[in-house]
């Protein structure tokens, strides 16, 4: 299956000047997270500027389905009354989380750590992609699964620990997402969890635990690592959450203000959390005219406001050691360094791989598509920009919402249009980017 049951396919043209203040959807890994520490939480949660897209509809829906009280008080405001840690109710039904890996592998975490049975499930994506190496560890602490697809994939069931267990893992992979469970299911466990990378994946589980009153500390291990140590047993708190605007949506808006000729946007609350803004750091680094201002913060995590103005870009070399921060936006840099002037190669994407689809070579089939030379060898994305796209090409998204609106930020600015074959999976992340970005000025049909 390469596309939705109802594919909605679009068009995007070369565009007028693009502009306009505007503000992204709220942070889908904050989303998450707050609905789930919420849950975990003794008392109320409020939270505002939730992401209301599929994939976090869907951890809400678990978190009610796991016994804690869930409920859209207004536009994007949300409460949550929730259980207490490991206070998980056993659900009547499978949850079922979409498209949704983030969602997925942080409630099994969660579950882990709960005397609890649970089937975990999802869209035919998320059927396909590897959850083995969040339950080795979640296996140790001394859950068990019951039953699985070939390769420990989805639909599984998932036997919580009884008595869990504290460990110190060593993370394989620089994965926000491995260390989150291992540290939700840390919480039910007396003692110390401790969880070790050798290079630093993003610390929003870290953040948020302490904002909801976990004692948890973060320190340096070798040259680019963390060891994360948490103090199991916490009672844990309800607190408001601010949720800021999603760095990796507003990459979209932002790399189209530099490619689309006359263009000036202001981006509003944007996250500026280091391990989240390494688009920010390359496309300055490539020439791009952006002015940040504002800064604040809420929860432990900062934010600012952006102005992108159209910007020549050259050719850059992106280290592997950036790939943590910013794993999410390689796609629509690769259409920034196609329009560049200048080969950009970069480094270290083996992570893209084991996405919503073989994002690396899904990348590579986009722009190859509309006439961008590019090469993949081994882990490494190769672009030659020539200052322009010839366009014209028809895109296989395979249910991947970043494909669908690289894409169409291609086509913007591309000689000829750029067709996508569906962009229904747009709705999982960021369900008004086509009308937001009309109301920009771009050209879509």
Same mark, same amino acid.
């Given at each position: 299956?390469?596309?939705?049951?109802?594919?909605?396919?679009?068009?995007?043209?070369?565009?007028?000047?693009?502009?306009?203040?505007?503000?992204?959807?709220?942070?889908?890994?904050?989303?998450?997270?707050?609905?789930?520490?919420?849950?975990?939480?003794?008392?109320?949660?409020?939270?505002?500027?939730?992401?209301?897209?599929?994939?976090?509809?869907?951890?809400?829906?678990?978190?009610?389905?796991?016994?804690?009280?869930?409920?859209?008080?207004?536009?994007?405001?949300?409460?949550?009354?929730?259980?207490?840690?490991?206070?998980?109710?056993?659900?009547?039904?499978?949850?079922?989380?979409?498209?949704?890996?983030?969602?997925?592998?942080?409630?099994?975490?969660?579950?882990?750590?709960?005397?609890?049975?649970?089937?975990?499930?999802?869209?035919?994506?998320?059927?396909?992609?590897?959850?083995?190496?969040?339950?080795?560890?979640?296996?140790?602490?001394?859950? !068990?699964?019951?039953?699985? /697809?070939? %390769?420990? +994939?989805?639909? #599984? @069931?998932? &036997?919580?620990?009884?008595?869990?267990? =504290?460990?110190?893992?060593?993370?394989?992979?620089?994965?926000?997402?491995?260390?989150?469970?291992?540290?939700?299911?840390?919480?039910?466990?007396?003692?110390?969890?401790?969880?070790?990378?050798?290079?630093?994946?993003?610390?929003?589980?870290?953040?948020?635990?302490?904002?909801?009153?976990?004692?948890?500390? !973060?320190?340096?291990?070798? /040259?680019? %690592?963390? +060891?994360?140590? #948490? @103090?199991? &047993?916490?009672?844990?708190?309800?607190? =408001?959450?601010?949720?800021?605007?999603?760095?990796?949506?507003?990459?979209?808006?932002?790399?189209?203000?530099?490619?689309?000729?006359?263009?000036?946007?202001?981006?509003?609350?944007?996250?500026?959390?280091?391990?989240?803004?390494?688009?920010?750091?390359?496309?300055?680094?490539?020439?791009?005219?952006?002015?940040?201002?504002?800064?604040?913060?809420?929860?432990?995590?900062?934010?600012?406001?952006?102005?992108?103005?159209?910007?020549?870009?050259?050719?850059?070399?992106?280290?592997?050691?950036?790939?943590?921060?910013?794993?999410?936006?390689?796609?629509?840099?690769?259409?920034?360094?196609?329009?560049?002037?200048?080969?950009?190669?970069?480094?270290?994407?083996?992570?893209?791989?084991?996405?919503?689809?073989?994002?690396?070579?899904?990348?590579?089939?986009?722009?190859?598509?509309?006439?961008?030379?590019?090469?993949?060898?081994?882990?490494?994305?190769?672009?030659?920009?020539?200052?322009?796209?010839?366009?014209?090409?028809?895109?296989?998204?395979?249910?991947?919402?970043?494909?669908?609106?690289?894409?169409?930020?291609?086509?913007?600015?591309?000689?000829?249009?750029?067709?996508?074959?569906?962009?229904?999976?747009?709705?999982?992340?960021?369900?008004?980017?086509?009308?937001?970005?009309?109301?920009?000025?771009?050209?879509?049909?």
């Amino acid at each position: 299956m390469t596309h939705s049951a109802d594919p909605k396919p679009l068009e995007a043209r070369k565009s007028t000047a693009l502009h306009g203040e505007v503000r992204v959807p709220g942070d889908k890994s904050i989303s998450h997270r707050a609905l789930i520490l919420g849950a975990l939480s003794v008392g109320e949660t409020t939270i505002s500027g939730l992401l209301e897209g599929e994939d976090v509809l869907n951890t809400a829906k678990a978190m009610q389905a796991l016994g804690a009280q869930v409920a859209r008080t207004g536009e994007f405001a949300w409460k949550v009354n929730g259980v207490g840690v490991a206070g998980f109710a056993q659900p009547q039904a499978p949850l079922d989380f979409g498209n949704s890996g983030t969602g997925c592998r942080l409630v099994m975490g969660t579950v882990a750590g709960c005397p609890i049975t649970a089937q975990f499930d999802g869209d035919a994506s998320l059927r396909s992609r590897p959850m083995r190496r969040v339950l080795d560890p979640l296996q140790l602490m001394g859950a !068990s699964v019951m039953s699985c /697809a070939e %390769g420990g +994939r989805l639909p #599984l @069931t998932l &036997q919580g620990a009884r008595d869990p267990l =504290p460990i110190e893992y060593r993370t394989p992979v620089a994965s926000a997402q491995i260390k989150s469970a291992v540290l939700l299911a840390g919480l039910a466990a007396p003692g110390v969890t401790t969880v070790i990378e050798s290079e630093a994946s993003r610390d929003h589980t870290e953040l948020m635990l302490r904002h909801f009153g976990a004692t948890i500390s !973060s320190q340096p291990e070798g /040259a680019h %690592g963390r +060891r994360i140590a #948490l @103090t199991g &047993q916490p009672e844990l708190r309800g607190a =408001p959450v601010v949720v800021p605007a999603d760095p990796s949506s507003a990459a979209f808006p932002m790399v189209a203000a530099l490619l689309v000729p006359g263009s000036d946007v202001v981006l509003t609350d944007v996250m500026t959390n280091p391990l989240r803004t390494g688009l920010f750091t390359t496309l300055q680094e490539m020439g791009a005219s952006i002015e940040i201002s504002e800064l604040r913060g809420d929860a432990g995590e900062p934010m600012a406001k952006f102005r992108v103005k159209a910007s020549r870009l050259k050719g850059v070399d992106v280290p592997a050691a950036r790939a943590p921060a910013m794993i999410d936006e390689y796609l629509v840099l690769a259409v920034a360094a196609a329009f560049a002037e200048g080969t950009t190669r970069m480094r270290g994407l083996q992570e893209l791989r084991v996405k919503e689809s073989d994002r690396l070579e899904a990348t590579a089939a986009m722009l190859r598509v509309n006439g961008v030379e590019v090469a993949i060898e081994g882990d490494d994305l190769i672009v030659a920009g020539r200052g322009h796209v010839p366009g014209g090409g028809l895109v296989a998204t395979h249910m991947d919402h970043r494909i669908a609106m690289s894409a169409l930020v291609m086509g913007l600015a591309s000689d000829q249009p750029v067709r996508v074959d569906d962009t229904a999976f747009i709705a999982t992340s960021f369900p008004d980017f086509v009308p937001m970005m009309r109301r920009l000025g771009a050209e879509f049909a």
